[in-house]
Every structure is written in structure tokens, then in C-alpha cells.
């Protein structure tokens, strides 16, 4: 028995990085995992398809769903939810993890990058949830967790897009808690102190793996928020190292990609951040 069994957990983003190495650990926890993408065809440019990640799950004896979804899609997510409903009874838990990043100035960022961050980031999460939370009063109570930052000042330089759609996603998660959290409905945005390795690392060339962590953090961490091993307020957005220390974790080492380095920190409330580059 794992410390989801059989819970109805959806994640988007799911076909590569963080999404997917959430998805597994779900499975192997025994929760029936909703993988929901964009990526079913294999792209040479962008490795990871949401049968791929089926295929890894089922390959460890767990239990994996996939659909093919564009998140900034209302008809499609409203499908989404239909039918996670009809094929196995409703959500317990949404994981906003699908993401887009575009970090640059206020005059070079045209209108078609500003909707597609909003649309992928806040507005995505937040169609998410409208779908899921009824289906989660339902059966008594659920999570969202949205990958998301704590509310902060000073961090929008060259960014000024991205961070309004991903504080954004933060305010869903106060929302969720504000509007659900007596009705047993828990929310939670969850931020790396420092990079992890994912395709958007990846592919915006920042960095190279001596600054990254492994995805396992925010694993960790995610389980820590759903079992309530971490001590962290209902629609609260804490960061990956404060969740686990919470929950007794205060060796952080066996995350770095490349063992023996130490990852800067890179907090949006850190002078010496990346966010401020």
C-alpha cells in the first residue's frame, strides 16, 4: 500500500522533466496517474512523449492514463476532467506543472509570448482547477498544487511577462484555499530554491548541470505537501527546501546533478539570484 493508493492524481506537463518523474512516483505510491500533454509524437527536438511515460509506469506495475491536452484549450481540459470523471469517478489531486518561459524585456516581449505564458501558466491553472475542484467536493476533499513562486517584489526585471503569469498560478492557489479550504479542498504553490534540471533548464541554456538539482526535490517535496508530513499553511507558496525541512529533511546534497557541487541558491527573494540577472 503507498501513500496514494489509490488516489486520482492528473498532471500536466507530464510527458517529460518534472512532470513525468512526478507521475512515476505517484504510480509507484499506487495512485491511478492522469498524464496530460501536448506531446504525443515523438520530437527530435524535444525528447519525452506522454506513451513513453505510460509505458515507464506500466512497466514498474502501476497504473497510468494518458490524454492528449493543450492546457490553454478550455474545450480540451473541460474533456480533460469529463473524462477522468466517467473513467475513474473524479480528481483527488491536480498537479499544475505544465509550464511555459519567456524571459525577456517589456519592448521585446510581442504580444503573441505574453499569451502564450499566460495562457500556459495562470490562465491553464486556473481552467484546471475549475474543472477539478467540483469533482474533488465530490469525494470529500482534494490538493492542487501549482508549480508556482511566493508572491515577491524586485524579480521582474527582463521578466516582467513570465513572473506575471507565474504569480498568477500563486493567486489560484490562495483562491483554492480561501474559496474550498473548509470544505477539505488543501492548495499549495511549491518553487525550487535552485534550478532543476528540465527541458526548459534545458533548452533556455541556463546553466549547465554543476547548477542544477535532480527533479527528486521537487518529488520529495510534492509528497511531503500531499501526506502532511511538511507542516506548511493551506494555500501557502513555500519553497522545495523549506517543505522538507519541515519535514525533518536537512540534507540536501544527494539532489545535485553532479555529486560534490553545491547548486547556488537562487531564490526570488535573493540578492544574488538569477531571477535578477
Known sequence: MGELQDKVVVVTGASRGIGRALAIRFADEGAHVVLAAKTVDPNPRLPGTLGEVQEAIRARGGRAYMQAVDV???????????????????TDILINNAGALYWAP????????????????????????????????????GHVINMAPPLTSDCTKNRTAY???????????EGIAAEHGL???????????????????????????TLWRKPDIIV???????????????????????????????????????????????????????WRQ
Open 163 to 173: 513572473m506575471i503569469s507565474k504569480f498568477g498560478m500563486t493567486l489560484v492557489v
Open 106 to 141: 517589456i519592448t521585446a516581449t510581442p504580444a503573441k509570448r505574453f499569451d502564450l505564458v499566460m495562457g500556459v501558466n495562470a490562465r491553464a491553472s486556473f481552467l484546471c482547477a475549475h474543472h477539478a475542484i467540483p469533482q474533488m467536493l465530490a469525494r470529500g476533499g
Open 72 to 90: 490553454r484549450d478550455d474545450a480540451a481540459v473541460e474533456e480533460l476532467f469529463s473524462t477522468v470523471k466517467r473513467e475513474l469517478g473524479g
Open 183 to 209: 470544505d477539505g479542498v488543501k492548495a499549495h504553490a511549491l518553487w525550487p530554491v535552485t534550478m532543476v534540471e528540465s527541458q526548459a533548464v534545458i533548452g533556455n541554456h541556463l546553466g549547465d548541470p
Open 220 to 274: 520529495d517535496a510534492t509528497m511531503a505537501l500531499l501526506t502532511g508530513r511538511a507542516a506548511m499553511a493551506n494555500g501557502s507558496a513555500v519553497y522545495d527546501e523549506d517543505v522538507l525541512a519541515s519535514a525533518g529533511v536537512s540534507d540536501f546534497s544527494h539532489y545535485a546533478c553532479v555529486p560534490g557541487t553545491t547548486p547556488p541558491p537562487a531564490r526570488l527573494d535573493d540578492s544574488a539570484s538569477y
